[in-house]
């Protein structure tokens, strides 16, 4: 899903042939580290919603 978008966009800086070097490169958090996990089928702009709720009212996870 995340390599068909990528290819979706056009006159963006990363290439596709990135993608996996990036996927490889991420590190899950520490547990001391402040993270929020999205559902990223979603739309973008439901994501982004998403997360600022998150980051709003942590407690409401």
Excluded: C, W, Y
């Excluded at 991420?26 to 980051?55: C, F, K, M, Y």
Aim: glycine fraction near 8%.
């Amino acid at each position: 899903m995340i390599a068909r978008r990528l290819a979706g966009r056009k006159g963006r800086f990363m290439p596709l042939t990135l993608l996996d070097s990036q996927f490889a490169a991420l590190e899950a958090p520490g547990s001391n580290d402040a993270s929020v996990a999205v559902d990223t089928v979603r739309l973008p702009g439901a994501v982004v919603a998403q997360i600022v709720r998150r980051i709003a009212h942590p407690a409401n996870g």
